[in-house]
């Protein structure tokens, strides 16, 4: 079965489950890593996901998985946090990091280079502009979103 298509059934089965838990999906990845694959859910809320919401959605799921039984491999189950470098794939998830630290990876380079970090200044549904600094200047980039590969929140140290 193709790595899509199993993150697309997981998608399915696990979004009434995170309405039901008042929790965000964030993401779904089925890798494999070494010899072992892995179903990885990422979950959010405001405020930050704890143990307790993670074991009810992971419990949950499971349930459904052994009933659709949609992977044929073995697998390990995982259900966490996206963590303080949250991944950005839907428009939500941009405009809720509007003002906020990220880095961006790119496809293809924009004036030479294929990622940048700095401030999400905007976002319109087909660009981010950016206010990233180099050395100790700041300048502005705009970013098509069809050459984004990588998108996520970043720590700013």
């Known amino acids: 079965m193709a790595k899509e298509r199993v993150t697309d059934i997981v998608e399915r ?6 309405e039901k838990e008042q929790v965000e999906l964030v993401d779904v990845e089925f890798k494999k890593e070494g010899a072992n ?38 697998y390990f189950l995982e259900v966490s946090s996206p963590g303080a470098e949250r991944p950005l794939k839907k428009p939500a998830d941009f405009e809720r990091a509007i003002g906020e ?40 980039v705009t970013v098509p979103l069809a050459k984004v590969a990588l998108a996520r929140l970043a720590v700013e140290l």
């Not at 089965?13 to 995170?18: G, S």
């Open 37 to 74: 694959w892995y179903l990885r859910v990422f979950i959010d809320k405001p405020g930050g996901v704890d143990i307790d919401d993670c074991s009810r959605v992971s419990e949950q799921l499971s349930e459904q998985l052994d009933i659709v039984d949609p992977i044929p491999e073995s």
């Open 101 to 140: 630290h990220v880095y961006v990876s790119l496809y293809e380079p924009i004036d030479g280079s294929k990622s940048f970090e700095g401030t999400l200044l905007s976002y319109d549904g087909e660009q981010l502009e950016l206010d990233v600094r180099v050395k100790t200047r700041s300048r502005k």
């Open 13 to 18: 089965l696990v979004l009434p489950i995170v």
